[in-house]
């Protein structure tokens, strides 16, 4: 491509688009066309296509339009952060994560086995993340306010709220089981929520079906990679483009049915457990055969959950329409009525039937931390194994990426468990410190919750020399920088401080490369701090505070300042959450800040966790190639599609689902691209170095433009084909490095943003236009379309 090519240079006589898509943070239409006025061509509320509105139905006359391409603009902002209330999903944070894990397998070629046993895993781990959080607000709600603060009377007479349900009252709620019963209205309706709220999105977004091509389908399998050979050139389909791959309408069905069941199925076990060990160990009124049957059909139920959950994972080689009414009708509506079952069934008078101590909690947690930690381990040797038969060199921890994921999820859940529950029985317990014995209205949550949170401190302990270390290579980077950026510049007079500004940038920016191994050691130290305390906890059978007695005053004083500050680091974690989520509501501004983490984390379909926040992109990619392929369509135009940040990764995405005959008239232009940064060493099976020398083959031209001082967005690393480079960088930031007649004030240094602002982002796109040739429109059904040819006046940056 010709470094001097100018907009001018580069016009033909046939009409030509430029389909903008912006990055995080989301932007207006008419910050991203640069006009006050913009027109809606095609789309809704939540997410459309908008141009300006002197340029509506332009194709008809692309003499008109011989500057440049006109701008047409694609807002996805409000899938992700464009209602109040999407800021609690914050609270579901490890359902994100876990369902991030399952992305982040590495590239595999011909292991179709090992790649869906890895799929499996994930489902797992998500399933026990589900149990978990309904293991947790049981917890809360039926062992330290039903069990343990109303079967207390010293408890229970500080707390009004609670008169109805004190065995000091009396009344008939007093025997445990009905309080039980009673209270399991509170995870029962959480359990509801989270139903309700995966149905809601499911109907949104995995029901929306995509539109079909005409091509021919793939006949790989489902999960595997797609690659293969002719004339010694490989040949890449990837799985993004597939045409059930944006379709998850069955999977999310089925795995939502799998969870609700099991939240059900907790809730059950939780009430109706009591309920089966008192008649175990007592003459009562009610039969012990009534609870061992009981125990045996929550087993196979479970089972049943657990099969499910084992089911082969998703389809995508096609456009799945069926749904498992089977499983989702009759999987929850059996938990449920086991719940039912379990209510009357502890609800059953039984007289002499006293609470005392606490509900078995801490088998529950235990074996969950063990479970999870064991699922981890697995998913670590299965990653392994496929990293091995394939490996990439930029893969993100060797292939450990996604078991480093998944133990993070798990952690969160931790952390969120143990926050509500400890903070929670400090305030029932009034001014003692639950656990520790003497002093105490009540006995507390489980031992492993105070042990877990203990190594908390522990942990950011470890991660300080780690993070110390960070700051001062990035400090000796940016004062090495120094030299280079004012030679770069060739500034005569260079001012120590606006060199040490950029240079701090660009080292700063740098940091991002760095964070996999922040993440490596985290999650390694979390699985060994996480199994030192199920240890602690199985071994000692007390609270580190107690544990330590007699060890030492050394020993005892760190145990008790470890256990003390644990237990607030975690609750105010989940006060955190809480208080963003309220203030987001609120305001605007924290709401978008937000959406930008969805923005990141939502990119990927519901494959793992069915509560996890929707997919934006299952909307946001067929409405791109949609449009793409119906307006080259029908004016045989020349198509730009130019994509910032995550809007680069939408379009890349939207290109691999087009059919050859679009995708041959169309150019691929993206800049402050994660692609090959995050995406490829993260998701090196969906956007590693096949899938994208696939796409840089299949699409007609590509050119990537990055900065060193952007944190985010970085080169694509593809090789030179035909004397054609993809990458472009880095650009020059500042594009001065001081005051000139051209600019007489300091320009500033954009990072991330602004790259239309570079005069060289208008010769790139107008060179993309000329490498797609000159087109004659084709005039019959433009203006139907409304669609046209765009300037360098539009904005895509979010």
């Known amino acids: 491509m010709p470094p001097d090519l100018t907009p001018e240079a580069a016009q033909s006589s046939g009409a030509a688009l ?82 991030l894990a399952h992305w982040m397998r590495p590239s595999a070629q011909g292991r179709t086995r090992t790649v869906r046993l890895y799929g499996l895993l994930v489902r797992l781990v998500a399933l026990s993340l589900t149990v978990l959080l309904t293991a947790a607000v049981c917890e809360v709600a039926l062992d330290l306010v039903a069990w343990q603060c109303a079967g207390t009377p010293d408890c229970a007479g500080q707390r009004s709220w609670l008169g109805f349900l004190s065995t000091g009252q009396g009344g008939w709620f007093a025997q445990p089981g009905r309080r ?59 799985a993004l483009g597939r045409p059930g791959f944006w379709y998850g309408r069955r999977l999310v069905a089925r795995l939502r049915a799998a969870h609700t069941a099991a939240g059900f199925l907790t809730v059950a076990a939780t009430v109706g457990g009591a309920a089966a060990r008192h008649d175990r160990g007592a003459d009562g009124p009610v039969s012990e055969v009534t609870g061992v049957l009981f125990e045996t059909v929550l087993v196979l139920c479970a089972l049943v959950v657990v099969a499910v959950i084992c089911h082969r994972g998703r389809s995508e080689r096609r456009l799945d329409h069926r749904l498992d009414r089977a499983v989702t009708t009759f999987l ?60 990439e060199p930029r893969t993100t921890l060797n292939g450990l990426g996604g078991p480093a994921v998944a133990m993070l999820a798990c952690a969160l859940g931790g952390v969120m468990t143990g926050g509500i529950a400890q903070r929670v029985a400090d305030w029932l317990d009034g001014p003692g410190t639950p656990g520790m014995g003497e002093g105490t209205d009540i006995q507390g949550p489980p031992v492993l919750l105070s042990w877990q949170a203990s190594v908390i401190p522990v942990l950011l302990l470890l991660l300080l020399p780690p993070i110390v270390w960070l700051a001062v290579r990035t ?3 940016a004062r090495r920088l120094g030299p280079a950026i004012e030679a770069e510049y060739e500034e005569k007079r260079p001012e120590p401080g606006r060199t040490a500004r950029i240079a701090r940038t660009r080292a700063t920016a740098a940091l991002t490369d760095s964070a996999p191994g922040i993440i490596g050691l985290l999650s390694s130290a979390t699985l060994l701090l996480g199994a030192g305390a199920v240890a602690g906890s199985w071994l000692t059978g007390d609270v580190p505070g107690l544990a330590a007695d007699s060890t030492g005053p050394f020993v005892e004083s760190v145990a008790e300042t470890a256990q003390s500050t644990g237990s607030w680091l975690t609750g105010f974690g989940v006060i955190l959450l809480v208080a ?20 990141v984390g939502t990119f990927w379909p519901r494959a793992a966790h069915p509560f996890a926040p929707p997919c934006y992109a299952e909307r946001a990619v067929p409405d791109l190639s949609s449009r793409m392929s119906a307006w080259t369509g029908h004016t045989r135009g020349r198509l730009v599609i130019s994509g910032h940040s995550q809007g680069s990764v939408l379009a890349a995405a939207a290109v691999w689902q087009l059919p050859d005959r679009a995708r041959r008239r169309v150019a691929l232009l993206t800049y402050g691209s994660p692609i090959e940064r995050l995406y490829g060493r993260w998701f090196p099976a969906y956007f590693g170095r096949l899938p994208l020398e696939g796409l840089e083959r299949s699409v007609h031209c590509w050119r990537n433009l990055w900065r060193a001082t952007d944190p985010i967005g970085g080169p694509v690393r593809i090789d030179e084909r035909d004397g054609q480079e993809v990458d472009r960088g880095p650009l020059k930031d500042p594009l001065v490095y001081g005051r000139t007649t051209e600019h007489p004030l300091p320009e500033p240094i954009l990072g991330h943003s602004d790259y239309q602002a570079d005069p060289v982002f208008a010769v790139e796109r107008a060179a993309l236009l000329e490498r797609l040739g000159p087109v004659v429109p084709q005039q019959a059904g433009a203006h139907d379309l409304g669609t046209a040819a765009q300037g360098s006046a539009g904005r895509s940056s979010g």
Not at 46 to 60: F, K, L, P, S
Not at 198 to 216: G, H, V
Not at 359 to 382: D, M
């Open 18 to 99: 430029e389909l903008l898509v912006h990055g995080v943070g989301g932007a207006t239409p008419q910050e991203m066309l640069g006009d006050p006025r913009t027109t809606r061509i095609t789309g809704d509320i939540t997410a459309a296509v908008h141009r300006r509105t002197e340029d509506v139905g332009a194709e008809q006359h692309p003499e008109r339009h011989r500057d440049g391409p006109i701008p047409e603009a694609y807002c996805w902002s409000n899938l992700t952060s464009g209602n109040g209330s999407r800021a609690l999903w914050l609270l579901l944070l490890p359902f994100m994560v876990v369902n």
């Open 180 to 238: 039980l019963a009673v209270v399991a209205l509170v995870p029962t309706a959480l359990v509801g929520l989270l139903w309700y709220l995966s149905n809601r999105t499911w109907s949104a977004y995995e029901s929306q079906r995509p539109l079909t091509w005409d091509d021919p389908e793939s006949d790989e399998s489902d999960e595997s990679t797609d690659a293969e050979a002719t004339s010694g050139v490989p040949v890449v389909r990837p």
């Open 332 to 391: 929850p509506g059996t938990a449920l009525v086991l719940l039912l079952w379990s209510v009357v069934y502890a609800s059953w008078s039984r007289p002499g039937w006293v609470s005392s101590g606490s509900l078995p909690g801490e088998a529950v947690f235990r074996t969950l931390a063990l479970g999870q930690g064991l699922l981890v381990v697995l998913l670590a040797l299965v990653a392994l194994n496929l990293h091995r038969s394939a490996p």
């Open 475 to 477: 400090t000796r980077h």
């Open 580 to 599: 963003l989520g309220r203030r987001a509501y609120r305001d605007v501004s924290a709401r978008r800040t937000i959406g930008i983490l969805w923005d």
